[in-house]
């Protein structure tokens, strides 16, 4: 049974958003962002996600799930007219979804029917503890023809064996022109400290970033993702690598996703 109305208040879920930054490209029609929710309780004092997800059992994992893609997809349709057609908004999906909701996909689809919004303008983004029935939904988020992030990337609980062989092989033998739609997202902690002037910890960073790199050649089409950005030095580093975005303070914090909302742009 659901706990979630006992934690927030299910009626005023605060839909934020943090752009993603494509570092080789100042095209400004390029409009990407993660979608970040904030909360509220029942007294009305704001909650954060690492505040609420640790209280939630199953259940209300499953429930703020489909609250925050009911309430993110009105949200995007009510931003129609600012939103090109190319825009990609990126939506965080649990692990207890990924394992017990099977009906999923076609809940999807009668939402994007409900709200006129295109798949292809959706990307689904799973974390670390995606663990029983990832390599299913991956292939299904992609042969439904919605993008896949892979958050947190590096982390113990999604190390490079997990990566390699649950997802990019998996979706390689699906169909290689699937891997475009791959985004593999850099955990922050290797990267905010990447022109800290401490030579065996800039090292190891470094060596982790040229690392996901090859895989990045060995798995054609993918696009990396680094986060935590916070500096323009450590911006141009990535860049200068080859990492395809950039998410972080260093452009934007996450802000209430509106019609004031606009993409910043990579200016070295």
Known sequence: MSNLKNII??????????????????????????????????????LYPDEVFPKLNSDSLIELDILILETTYKKLNQMSSILNKDYMATINISAETIKNKLDFFDYLKQLEEKHAINSENITLEINEKSNEGLTDFVIKTLTNNYSLAIDDFGTKNFPIQKLRYDVLVEVEKES???????????????????????????AIDHAFIDMILTVKNRFKGIEIVAEGVETLNIANLLSNKGIDFGQGYFWKKPALLDESYSQPLFER
């Open 176 to 202: 290689p022109a699937l891997l475009k739609k791959v985004k593999v997202k850099l955990d922050q902690s290797f990267i905010k400290n990447l022109d800290i002037d401490n030579a065996l910890d800039n």
């Open 9 to 46: 208040d299910v009626d005023k879920l605060l839909i934020h958003a943090q752009p993603i930054i494509n570092l080789k490209s100042n095209d400004a029609n390029l409009q990407y962002f993660e979608i970040l929710s904030r909360f509220l309780n029942n007294e009305g004092n704001m």
